[in-house]
């Protein structure tokens, strides 16, 4: 049942004229006396891909390790080593153990064995670091297809999912990305696959009690935006929304060279925004970045950079990090960048408008209440103008603050909006701190509400918001909830009838309820929206109530 808070309205119009979004906060979290629950950000950190294709080498790998530390990456945020395709050339011993060339993995001090790739993730995590790796869905990986060197068959996990991310496990790897090649080529269902890779996945991690971080890359060829979210029960931690974006140079039989591409990486952004499906840490991900490969402008390098943290994107560096310059470090490394990137709330930017065709606006919704990360995007070929109005970013009263993301410089903010002149092919990154419009408060539907309290098995007893009213392009919903268990318990949401998305609900401690967002797509002509969320018969989240803004 709908219960517009209109006392609370109110008073926050008064305050409003006072002072600032901060006071409407205090407003809304006295109304809902919950806490708001920080969810895991996006990963920070590099991959072999991109530079090295399927030459990657222990030696590699250290030089990048190091180069991550003596950058100053890591002391940014960056934090993952990832070896991608090509430490593995497909054999396996009479066990069906994978088998490593000792030569490209050797012995790293005197107690090691050569071929044990427990030496480099020792390595890494030697520096502090964390080390990744990857596999295929399939029996074949990408790698039966030839790249900077030769190809190799049979680089796939199928048949041997419980026994490798065991395996991975115990070598110690805290991360895990898996390609489609394999599956692809036999045709199997992502979605199937998937969800067995992640139950072998929690079995091991239960095993060795060491967390194995699940990047699924199915290059958005099944929507995995619709699946990914809760597949085997839980989420994958992200999820590839495209291709590749680096273009290979093909010489012969093999790719010569490696070059970005500014066309395919401003594609891999638009492929990218799945703003219903990226929430409470689980994200989209549309591919490690070009960022400081050949190919780019320093312009388009920034830009880059400001398009992947607006989407709330992994942030995995694909060039080689001993060879950056000043000004690509300095891109990676900007704090104000990078906090909205790894932001908390963990939403992703919404498009609030596009007033001409190829002039844009994006908006990211910022955990601090009133607070917007706004990229003025112009994809045409020539200098434009591009305006900003307060209340397509949902704020309202005077003139929000306004900053350059980049500089941190304070820029002037007209009363209705801002606008600048934008070069072709970039964008201007802004910070806006204004006062959020009012909310409007939904109990769930009355029945419900009683067991809602209770913490039942939502499966039995869905809890459900009806009357919920749009708010476009996309209603931001604030949903108050409890979970006493240590880890996340899970809950489909389905809109209007039809399922959006798999959720994850942190835990909020053992006393007190706590709060986090989701971003959904409502039917924006009627106000008759019904919102269910329900779960696979395990125990939920105890859901109190929602807030759309
Ligand atoms: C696919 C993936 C890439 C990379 C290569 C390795 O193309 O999308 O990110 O892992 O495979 O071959």
């Known amino acids: 049942m709908k219960e517009r808070v209109r006392s609370t309205n109110r008073i926050r119009l008064v305050l409003g004229t006072l002072c600032c979004g901060l006071?409407?906060?205090?407003?809304?979290?006295?109304?809902?006396?919950?806490?708001?629950?920080?969810?895991?950000?996006?990963?920070?950190?590099?991959?072999?891909?991109?530079?090295?294709?399927?030459?990657?080498?222990?030696?590699?790998?250290?030089?990048?390790?190091?180069?991550?530390?003596?950058?100053?990456?890591?002391?940014?945020?960056?934090?993952?080593?990832?070896?991608?395709?090509?430490?593995?050339?497909?054999?396996?011993?009479?066990?069906?153990?994978?088998?490593?060339?000792?030569?490209?993995?050797?012995?790293?001090?005197?107690?090691?064995?050569?071929?044990?790739?427990?030496?480099?993730?020792?390595?890494?995590?030697?520096?502090?670091?964390?080390?990744?790796?990857?596999t295929d869905a399939g029996r074949d990986g990408c790698s039966m297809f030839p790249d900077l060197g030769p190809k190799y068959l049979h680089t796939g996990s199928e048949d041997h999912y419980q026994q490798d991310f065991l395996q991975f496990a115990k070598w110690g790897f805290d991360y895990v990305k898996v390609d489609w090649c394999?599956?692809?080529?036999?045709?199997?269902?992502?979605?199937?696959?998937?969800?067995?890779?992640?139950?072998?996945?929690?079995?091991?991690?239960?095993?060795?009690?060491?967390?194995?971080?699940?990047?699924?890359?199915?290059?958005?060829?099944?929507?995995?935006?619709?699946?990914?979210?809760?597949?085997?029960?839980?989420?994958?931690?992200i999820w590839r929304t495209s291709g590749d974006i680096v273009a290979p140079i093909v010489a012969g039989h093999e790719h010569a060279d490696r070059k970005a591409s500014f066309a395919k990486m401003l594609s891999n952004f638009d492929q990218g925004i799945h703003p219903e499906a990226e929430h409470t840490g689980y994200y989209n991900d549309p591919d490690m970045m070009v960022l400081g490969m050949p190919g780019l402008t320093d312009e388009q390098n920034r830009l880059h950079m400001a398009l992947w943290a607006i989407s709330g994107a992994p942030l995995i560096v694909g060039a080689d990090l001993t060879k950056l310059s000043p000004t690509v470090l300095a891109d990676l490394t900007n704090p104000n960048v990078l906090a909205i990137d790894q932001d908390p709330a963990g939403l992703q930017a919404v498009k609030v408008s596009e007033p001409e065709p190829g002039l844009q606006v994006w908006s990211k919704a910022l955990a601090e209440p009133g607070k917007r990360a706004v990229l003025l995007l112009n994809r045409t070929a020539s200098e434009q103008s591009i305006e900003v109005k307060w209340a397509d970013l949902g704020l309202t009263g005077t003139a929000p603050h306004l900053t350059d993301a980049w500089t941190g410089k304070e820029l002037h903010a007209a009363a209705g909006s801002y606008s600048t002149m934008v070069p072709a092919g970039d964008g201007m990154l802004l910070l806006v701190s204004g006062m959020e419009r009012p909310m409007a408060l939904y109990k769930p539907t009355v029945g419900e509400d009683a067991q809602a309290s209770r913490g039942a098995v939502l499966c039995q007893h869905p809890v459900r918001f009806i009357h919920v009213e749009a708010r476009p392009p996309m209603a931001r919903i604030q949903i108050v909830y409890e979970n006493p268990d240590p880890g996340p318990r899970y809950a489909d949401l389905q809109v209007n009838g039809e399922m959006q998305t798999g959720i994850a609900f942190p835990s909020t401690g053992k006393t007190g309820a706590g709060y986090i967002w989701i971003q959904a797509v409502l039917d924006s002509g009627a106000s008759a929206n019904e919102l269910t969320f329900s779960t696979a018969c395990k125990p939920g989240p105890v859901i109190q109530s929602i807030a759309v803004q």
């Open 23 to 134: 006071l409407t906060a205090t407003v809304i979290r006295a109304q809902a006396v919950a806490k708001p629950i920080p969810v895991p950000p996006p990963p920070m950190g590099w991959s072999s891909w991109n530079s090295f294709s399927n030459t990657v080498d222990s030696q590699i790998v250290m030089a990048q390790a190091r180069a991550m530390i003596s950058s100053g990456m890591h002391k940014a945020g960056y934090q993952y080593v990832n070896i991608d395709e090509g430490w593995w050339l497909g054999t396996r011993d009479s066990e069906g153990n994978i088998v490593v060339d000792p030569n490209a993995w050797p012995a790293l001090a005197p107690s090691e064995r050569a071929g044990d790739m427990s030496n480099i993730v020792r390595f890494i995590h030697s520096l502090g670091l964390k080390a990744g790796i990857y």
């Open 182 to 237: 394999g599956g692809y080529k036999e045709n199997l269902d992502p979605a199937v696959q998937y969800a067995e890779i992640a139950r072998a996945i929690a079995r091991a991690e239960t095993i060795t009690g060491h967390r194995l971080y699940f990047s699924l890359c199915e290059w958005g060829k099944n929507s995995p935006w619709t699946w990914a979210p809760d597949v085997g029960g839980s989420p994958a931690d």
